[in-house]
């Protein structure tokens, strides 16, 4: 798994259980009764038994409503119990969700998001990444406020 979807997985994964479509096998459904013997098919206006008809198909679900990355990320920097500055750090970001937030790691994310410079210069990189991630993150669904996006 790639490191931006690992971020993404954990601050848009309480949206998986949410959005779960419920399965048709739960739905009751009425017996069909069985043909009796010398029944033909009655046909449709486009000349296709009733029977053969497909059912209708179920209404597409509501979209789902945008995570909102501020308020999952303040949630979580509240039940940490550590004092992370995850608003302007990526290191800081990628501890409160805990993961590698090695250098090696964040080099991995820069690859993934087409950091085309000095990966050397690691001040740099890591507020390119953060803006980044927060700009990915909001392309992804997630509500991001624009003073984390900018």
């Given at each position: 798994?790639?490191?931006?979807?690992?971020?993404?997985?954990?601050?848009?994964?309480?949206?998986?259980?949410?959005?779960?479509?419920?399965?048709?096998?739960?739905?009751?459904?009425?017996?069909?009764?069985?043909?009796?013997?010398?029944?033909?098919?009655?046909?449709?206006?486009?000349?296709?038994?009733?029977?053969?008809?497909?059912?209708?198909?179920?209404?597409?679900?509501?979209?789902?409503?945008?995570?909102?990355?501020?308020?999952?990320?303040?949630?979580?920097?509240?039940?940490?119990?550590q004092?992370?500055?995850?608003?302007?750090?990526?290191?800081?970001?990628?501890?409160?969700?805990?993961?590698?937030?090695s250098?090696?790691?964040?080099?991995?994310?820069?690859?993934?998001?087409?950091y085309?410079?000095?990966?050397?210069?690691?001040?740099?990189?890591?507020?390119?990444?953060?803006?980044?991630?927060?700009?990915?993150?909001?392309a992804?669904?997630?509500?991001?406020?624009?003073?984390?996006?900018?």
């Amino acid at each position: 798994m790639s490191v931006f979807s690992s971020i993404m997985n954990k601050i848009f994964g309480h949206r998986s259980a949410e959005a779960a479509p419920a399965s048709s096998s739960s739905l009751p459904t009425a017996p069909t009764p069985a043909p009796m013997p010398g029944d033909a098919p009655i046909a449709s206006p486009g000349g296709v038994p009733v029977g053969a008809m497909p059912a209708a198909a179920p209404a597409a679900a509501a979209p789902a409503q945008p995570v909102d990355v501020e308020a999952v990320l303040t949630e979580m920097a509240s039940k940490s119990g550590q004092s992370l500055n995850w608003r302007s750090s990526i290191v800081d970001l990628m501890k409160l969700l805990g993961l590698d937030s090695s250098l090696q790691n964040r080099k991995e994310l820069a690859q993934e998001l087409n950091y085309t410079g000095d990966a050397n210069d690691s001040a740099t990189m890591n507020i390119w990444l953060h803006k980044q991630v927060m700009q990915k993150l909001a392309a992804n669904g997630g509500k991001v406020p624009p003073d984390l996006a900018d």
